[in-house]
């Protein structure tokens, strides 16, 4: 309904009838719209820090002591956002306009991921984690919205994933990395552009 309809257009008699349930249970477990909305936005942001990041207790660990693994958080999270750009969006505005961002649980684990890669002798120097988070964030989430406008099919709107993927990677190694301490992301980079050239 959030894809379809839009935060306003969700209604708790509408999301049980699709459930299958009685509006009188619906209103046991949400008791107004924005309960609704407020649980829809835990959901993605547990999603993303178990799905995307490897679960809050691994936030301590720094993505560049594996390469591999944060190629594959941009992948994933580029597909995510890519394939749930409603979900996506509404998490991004809702963390944004929170008066604590901190307390969701994603962009925590997010924010204390990018502090820790930023703090390492392979990142730049002067890098503010906070400001990097919230662009990547707002990237990931809004490229969607593009997305939707130029591609029509699902090939077309996972080879825009992948564009984004590898914006981000070629952004991270040579924005906020010492490209020359990631060989295999660069090669992996390389490997991308080749192939989309080829295209």
């Given at each position: 309904?959030?894809?379809?309809?839009?935060?306003?257009?969700?209604?708790?008699?509408?999301?049980?009838?699709?459930?299958?349930?009685?509006r009188?249970t619906?209103?046991?477990?949400?008791?107004?719209?924005?309960?609704?909305?407020?649980?829809?936005?835990e959901?993605?942001?547990?999603?993303?820090?178990?799905?995307?990041?490897?679960?809050?207790?691994?936030?301590?660990?720094?993505?560049?002591?594996?390469?591999?693994?944060?190629?594959?958080?941009?992948?994933?999270?580029?597909?995510?956002?890519?394939?749930?750009?409603?979900?996506?969006?509404?998490?991004?505005?809702?963390?944004?306009?929170?008066?604590?961002?901190?307390?969701?649980?994603?962009?925590?684990?997010?924010?204390?991921?990018?502090?820790?890669?930023?703090?390492?002798?392979?990142?730049?120097?002067g890098?503010?984690?906070?400001?990097?988070?919230?662009?990547?964030?707002?990237?990931y989430?809004?490229?969607?919205?593009?997305?939707?406008?130029?591609?029509?099919?699902?090939?077309?709107?996972?080879?825009?994933?992948?564009?984004?993927?590898?914006?981000?990677l070629?952004?991270?190694?040579?924005?906020?990395?010492?490209?020359?301490?990631?060989?295999?992301?660069?090669?992996?980079?390389?490997?991308?552009?080749?192939?989309?050239?080829?295209?």
């Open positions: 309904m959030l894809a379809s309809d839009g935060p306003d257009g969700l209604s708790l008699s509408k999301v049980a009838h699709l459930a299958g349930v009685n009188g619906a209103y046991q477990h949400f008791e107004t719209r924005e309960d609704l909305i407020k649980a829809t936005v959901w993605v942001s547990r999603h993303l820090s178990e799905n995307i990041l490897g679960g809050e207790e691994r936030a301590d660990e720094i993505p560049g002591d594996d390469p591999l693994a944060m190629y594959d958080v941009i992948n994933n999270l580029a597909q995510f956002a890519v394939d749930n750009p409603e979900l996506g969006r509404i998490w991004l505005f809702e963390m944004l306009s929170s008066d604590n961002p901190d307390d969701d649980v994603f962009f925590r684990h997010f924010h204390k991921s990018t502090a820790a890669m930023t703090q390492t002798d392979v990142s730049e120097e890098i503010d984690a906070e400001v990097l988070s919230v662009l990547m964030l707002a990237g989430f809004l490229w969607p919205v593009w997305v939707r406008s130029k591609a029509k099919t699902k090939k077309e709107r996972d080879a825009m994933a992948r564009r984004m993927s590898r914006e981000v070629r952004l991270s190694l040579h924005g906020t990395m010492r490209p020359e301490a990631f060989p295999k992301l660069q090669a992996l980079l390389d490997d991308q552009e080749a192939g989309a050239q080829a295209v």
